[in-house]
């Protein structure tokens, strides 16, 4: 299940969460245009070239796999101090969500994912946590500490929060919390 709650980030909190969107949204077009550059390297015909542009890349480099994509990262955060900013996860989740888009492509049939300008990603996904990060009337987020939440609805007893979306819609924050519980289900009853 998924609760939404209002959050209210102070100016620095505000500050990192809108340059961590930026950073993630970056991160989600360099791969994008890693992915594209590997396919239109293989659209060339064998007897011709392209006379308007050339990509040169090796016959045998391998698709910018999911996996190598985020096996890359720590070696560009080295190069790019600003993936470091970022929590780890919040920055791989953005490339995840790049790949899912891919798979939604050639499998169901959506359209080719999109270079995403400034303003179009507006979302953070925490995938996980050791403790309940709603701590009393605060969310307490890695690298950000505590947030204040209007905890409308408390969250049942019993239940464990999966993971925490931030969310951003015309300056206000959104935390959409995802919790779970493991239910016994009975077998159903054959007659």
């Keep these: 299940m998924n609760y939404r709650y209002r959050i209210y980030p102070n100016l620095t909190q505000t500050q990192s969460l809108l340059e961590w969107i930026d950073v993630c949204r970056v991160a989600y077009n360099y791969g994008l245009r890693e992915i594209k ?34 096996n890359a990262l720590p070696s560009a955060k080295k190069v790019f101090p600003r993936l ?55 969310i307490k987020l890695p690298k950000l500490g505590l947030i204040p939440i209007n905890l409308h609805r408390p969250i049942p007893s019993g239940f464990v929060v999966k993971q925490v979306w931030i969310i951003n819609k015309a300056d206000i924050w959104y935390a959409s919390i995802n919790i779970q519980r493991d239910v016994s289900v009975p077998s159903p009853i054959t007659l």
């Design 84 to 138: 470091g900013e970022v929590p780890s996860q919040v920055l791989q989740q953005s490339l995840k969500q790049l790949h899912r888009a891919c798979v939604g492509f050639q499998k169901v049939g959506h359209g080719f994912p999109r270079f995403k300008k400034f303003g179009q990603f507006k979302s953070l996904l925490f995938p996980q946590f050791k403790e309940n990060p709603v701590v009393g009337l605060n």
């Design 37 to 70: 550059d590997w396919y239109n390297s293989r659209k060339c015909l064998v007897d011709r070239c392209s006379i308007s542009h050339e990509y040169i890349m090796a016959t045998d480099a391998p698709f910018p796999s999911e996996v190598l994509q985020l």
